[in-house]
């Protein structure tokens, strides 16, 4: 199958993408963006939206983490990725839902106004990727990116803010899941590959990680992706941590 998988370094719905891929035996290629430029890039390839992850797949265009999941069942239906029994589909794909939709976003915010606060962790979150300029130089270089990617995803104190706030009641849906079977099972599902990785953006923030590592969310996310690239020390406000 020719593939190729379009990512930006370290975003959690690529890695999901990356991950689906890999589950399903697929060998693909992936082009490494940088935010903001992704978006022209993705437009200049035939895309019609402007995210990752976004996947070129047996001339098929399919952006999105959920699209891309559909895709792959349909494409190479072994191993599935969602379970064939109805109610136990309902349930994964309700997590899965969840995990796009509700989940995902307050986590990207936290990172965003982190890094507008300290760019350094950059190169650590971009490991391995080839962006075709030297990482140093794109770190130094990075501002206006990172101002306008902090624009693009809201990412003001008062989202920030509210985003920290909500954290903790998204973890216990997570660890209910994981409780009644829907998520951690033998066999990982949509919703396993969806979920972990926004778990394993929020525990490289320094600041996060101690709120999350002793949860059955944490267990999963280092069972799902064992190393997440990159680290950002403490840097949200000791008040909003402890309130
Ligand atoms: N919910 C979508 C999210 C896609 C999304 O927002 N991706 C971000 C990266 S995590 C993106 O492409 N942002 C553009 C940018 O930062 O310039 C999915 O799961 O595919």
Known sequence: ?????????????????????????????????????????????????????????????VQGSRPIARELDRLRPEPPLLPTDPTQRAAVEEA??????????????????????????????????????????????????????ARFNEASDENARKALERLPALLDRVDAWIEDGTLGGQQLNVADFQIAPSIGLAMTLDDLRPMIENRPAGALARRVVPRYPGRMPPVLPAEWLRS
């Open 96 to 149: 899965e839902r969840f995990g796009d939709e509700e989940l995902q976003h307050p986590i990207r915010q936290l990172l965003w106004w982190a890094i507008k606060r300290n760019r350094e962790p950059l190169a650590g979150y971009s490991e391995g990727a080839k962006l075709g300029v030297p990482i140093g130089l794109a770190v130094k270089t990075g501002a206006p990116l990172v101002a306008l990617s």
């Open 1 to 61: 199958m020719s593939t190729r998988l379009y990512v930006i370094p370290a975003s959690h719905p690529s890695i999901a993408a990356q991950l689906m891929l890999e589950h399903k035996g697929i060998d693909y290629k992936r082009t490494d963006l940088m935010p903001v430029v992704s978006k022209v890039v993705l437009r200049a390839v035939g895309f019609p939206g402007i995210t990752v992850p976004a996947l070129k797949i047996e001339g098929d265009k």
